[in-house]
């Protein structure tokens, strides 16, 4: 893996223009220093259209960020710039250096376009997972209701406007489906509603999450795992 740390300035080694590198950016110290996560990356790169990003990932548990380059045309210099914003509203930019070696270049170099690409928006890594209900006990045929308050790690409250919300209700090392729980997101920040008959569950031990699902990215996002209990009921209705 390639790269250095902070302080400025970055120069990245150089790389050849068929190569395709990792290179990397740590921001531990900084994101230490300043008591903060990451929320959001994201990179671009002058002059644009030559130096392609394969991929780009900022994981929040090492405050590592990670981009795969390749291309580049024979003796440029390029400037590779990262934004990456934090759970606390700061906005943190680097600009690094990054030559692509010279050996099979011709001169004089094409004319570069002017300006930066578009900005390629970081995958995270390690993202907060929504915390979750402790086990829950439960009587055979009563109704469940469940409210359910959706924070972040740092106690943030989780974004629910932008995710699509899904539950399943399972047995236990088989993992066979009992119910697929109709989630409502009640228009409170961060608040969900789960309201299900259980009349039809067995007395027994029962598992579920809750997946929190990004359209436009594909990222999906797990609670952590809590038990539902059901006992026979005493009283008939």
Not at 98 to 110: D, I, M, R, W
Not at 137 to 165: E, M, R, W, Y
Request: hydrophobic letters at 45%; charged letters at 10%; proline letters at 8%.
């Amino acid at each position: 893996m390639y790269g250095v740390d902070i302080p400025l300035p970055i120069r990245w080694p150089t790389k050849q223009p068929d190569e395709v590198l990792d290179y990397f950016l740590d921001a531990s110290a900084m994101m230490s220093e300043v008591s903060d996560t990451i929320s959001a990356a994201s990179i671009s790169i002058s002059p644009p259209a030559e130096l392609a990003v394969q991929a780009f990932t900022a994981n929040r548990a090492t405050n590592m960020l990670t981009v795969w380059l390749s291309g580049g045309v024979p003796g440029r210099a390029y400037k590779v710039r990262i934004e990456l914003n934090t759970a606390g509203s700061r906005t943190f930019e680097w600009i690094i250096s990054l030559l692509v070696s010279s050996a099979l270049a011709t001169y004089p170099l094409p004319t570069p376009a002017p300006g930066f690409s578009a900005v390629t928006a970081a995958t995270l890594l390690n993202a907060p997972s929504p915390a979750a209900p402790g086990a829950l006990t439960i009587k055979q045929g009563a109704t469940l209701q469940l409210l359910l308050a959706v924070t972040n790690d740092d106690g943030s409250v989780f974004d629910l406007s932008v995710v699509t919300v899904t539950a399943q209700l399972r047995v236990p090392v088989t993992l066979s489906l009992v119910a697929t729980l109709p989630i409502v997101v009640t228009g409170i920040p961060g608040q969900l509603s789960i309201t299900e008959a259980t009349a039809t569950w067995s007395p027994g031990n029962y598992i579920c999450d809750i997946a929190f699902t990004d359209p436009a990215t594909s990222v999906v996002v797990k609670s952590n795992t809590f038990s539902i209990n059901v006992v026979a009921a005493v009283t008939s209705p």
